[in-house]
Protein backbone atom coordinates (compact mmCIF):
# COMPACT_ATOMS: atom_id res chain seq x y z
CA UNK A 1 0.00 0.00 0.00
CA UNK A 2 1.19 3.32 -0.49
CA UNK A 3 1.06 6.37 2.38
CA UNK A 4 -1.34 9.28 0.75
CA UNK A 5 -1.56 12.40 2.48
CA UNK A 6 -4.27 15.03 1.09
CA UNK A 7 -3.97 18.78 1.70
CA UNK A 8 -5.73 22.30 0.34
CA UNK A 9 -9.20 21.97 2.23
CA UNK A 10 -10.51 24.18 3.81
CA UNK A 11 -13.94 27.14 3.95
CA UNK A 12 -14.75 28.79 0.92
CA UNK A 13 -18.23 30.47 -0.52
CA UNK A 14 -20.48 29.08 -3.29
CA UNK A 15 -18.96 30.04 -6.34
CA UNK A 16 -15.52 29.84 -5.08
CA UNK A 17 -12.91 27.54 -6.17
CA UNK A 18 -10.45 25.38 -3.77
CA UNK A 19 -7.65 23.14 -5.20
CA UNK A 20 -6.83 19.66 -3.63
CA UNK A 21 -3.10 17.91 -3.27
CA UNK A 22 -2.38 14.40 -2.53
CA UNK A 23 1.05 13.31 -2.08
CA UNK A 24 1.98 9.59 -2.56
CA UNK A 25 5.05 8.27 -0.40
CA UNK A 26 5.73 5.51 -2.91
CA UNK A 27 8.24 5.25 -5.99
CA UNK A 28 5.91 3.12 -7.89
CA UNK A 29 3.17 5.84 -7.91
CA UNK A 30 3.56 5.80 -12.07
CA UNK A 31 2.01 2.27 -11.43
CA UNK A 32 -0.76 3.65 -9.14
CA UNK A 33 -4.48 4.00 -10.43
CA UNK A 34 -5.76 7.51 -8.47
CA UNK A 35 -9.41 8.75 -7.33
CA UNK A 36 -10.79 11.18 -5.23
CA UNK A 37 -14.21 10.49 -3.47
CA UNK A 38 -15.52 12.34 -0.24
CA UNK A 39 -18.22 11.66 2.14
CA UNK A 40 -20.79 13.98 4.13
CA UNK A 41 -22.06 13.75 7.12
CA UNK A 42 -24.61 10.63 7.59
CA UNK A 43 -24.06 10.34 3.93
CA UNK A 44 -21.95 7.55 2.12
CA UNK A 45 -18.69 7.63 0.70
CA UNK A 46 -18.80 9.33 -2.95
CA UNK A 47 -17.34 8.82 -6.45
CA UNK A 48 -15.72 12.12 -7.09
CA UNK A 49 -12.92 11.94 -9.83
CA UNK A 50 -10.12 8.96 -10.81
CA UNK A 51 -7.41 9.01 -13.47
CA UNK A 52 -4.98 6.30 -14.91
CA UNK A 53 -1.15 5.75 -14.55
CA UNK A 54 -0.05 8.18 -17.44
CA UNK A 55 -3.33 11.41 -16.68
CA UNK A 56 -4.96 9.80 -20.10
CA UNK A 57 -7.84 8.43 -18.66
CA UNK A 58 -10.22 10.38 -16.22
CA UNK A 59 -13.73 9.50 -15.09
CA UNK A 60 -16.07 11.95 -13.04
CA UNK A 61 -19.01 11.59 -11.01
CA UNK A 62 -21.91 12.89 -12.23
CA UNK A 63 -22.75 15.77 -9.21
CA UNK A 64 -18.97 17.27 -10.42
CA UNK A 65 -18.55 16.62 -14.36
CA UNK A 66 -17.59 20.25 -15.81
CA UNK A 67 -16.39 21.92 -12.54
CA UNK A 68 -14.00 19.56 -11.37
CA UNK A 69 -10.75 18.57 -12.96
CA UNK A 70 -8.05 15.76 -11.54
CA UNK A 71 -4.76 15.38 -13.05
CA UNK A 72 -1.79 14.11 -11.55
CA UNK A 73 1.96 14.81 -11.46
CA UNK A 74 4.09 11.54 -11.38
CA UNK A 75 7.33 12.89 -10.90
CA UNK A 76 6.27 14.44 -8.14
CA UNK A 77 3.99 12.39 -6.59
CA UNK A 78 0.81 13.99 -6.37
CA UNK A 79 -2.55 13.97 -7.71
CA UNK A 80 -4.75 16.76 -7.57
CA UNK A 81 -8.35 17.85 -7.59
CA UNK A 82 -9.19 21.37 -9.04
CA UNK A 83 -12.80 22.63 -7.53
CA UNK A 84 -14.68 25.43 -9.28
CA UNK A 85 -17.72 26.45 -8.87
CA UNK A 86 -18.58 25.29 -5.59
CA UNK A 87 -21.90 24.32 -4.06
CA UNK A 88 -22.81 23.81 -0.62
CA UNK A 89 -23.71 20.48 -1.25
CA UNK A 90 -19.94 19.67 -2.26
CA UNK A 91 -19.03 19.95 1.37
CA UNK A 92 -18.02 16.92 3.07
CA UNK A 93 -14.20 15.26 3.32
CA UNK A 94 -12.54 14.46 0.77
CA UNK A 95 -10.36 11.58 0.37
CA UNK A 96 -7.06 10.58 -1.87
CA UNK A 97 -7.30 7.01 -3.01
CA UNK A 98 -4.65 4.90 -4.43
CA UNK A 99 -5.46 1.28 -6.42
CA UNK A 100 -2.28 -0.67 -7.99
CA UNK A 101 -2.74 -1.43 -11.33
CA UNK A 102 -1.24 -3.52 -14.41
CA UNK A 103 -3.30 -2.43 -16.96
CA UNK A 104 -1.92 1.35 -17.83
CA UNK A 105 -5.39 2.40 -19.53
CA UNK A 106 -7.89 1.22 -16.42
CA UNK A 107 -9.66 3.28 -14.29
CA UNK A 108 -11.49 2.17 -10.75
CA UNK A 109 -14.30 3.65 -10.21
CA UNK A 110 -15.77 1.70 -6.64
CA UNK A 111 -14.17 2.70 -3.81
CA UNK A 112 -13.61 -1.42 -3.37
CA UNK A 113 -11.13 -1.01 -6.11
CA UNK A 114 -9.09 1.06 -4.08
CA UNK A 115 -6.46 0.09 -1.85
CA UNK A 116 -4.52 3.08 -0.13
CA UNK A 117 -6.42 5.66 1.26
CA UNK A 118 -5.20 9.07 3.02
CA UNK A 119 -6.98 10.43 5.93
CA UNK A 120 -9.09 12.79 4.37
CA UNK A 121 -8.81 16.92 4.14
CA UNK A 122 -12.98 18.88 4.59
CA UNK A 123 -14.01 20.87 2.49
CA UNK A 124 -16.83 23.55 3.52
CA UNK A 125 -18.41 25.57 1.05
CA UNK A 126 -20.95 28.48 2.28
CA UNK A 127 -24.24 29.38 1.02
Known amino acids: QVQLVESGGGLVKAGGSLRLSCVAS????????MGWFRQAPGKEREFVAAINWSGSNTYYGDSVKGRFTISRDNAKNTVALQMNSLKPEDTAVYYC????????????????????WGRGTQVTVSS
Open 97 to 116: AGARTFNSDYVPLRSSNFES
Open 26 to 33: ERTFSRYA
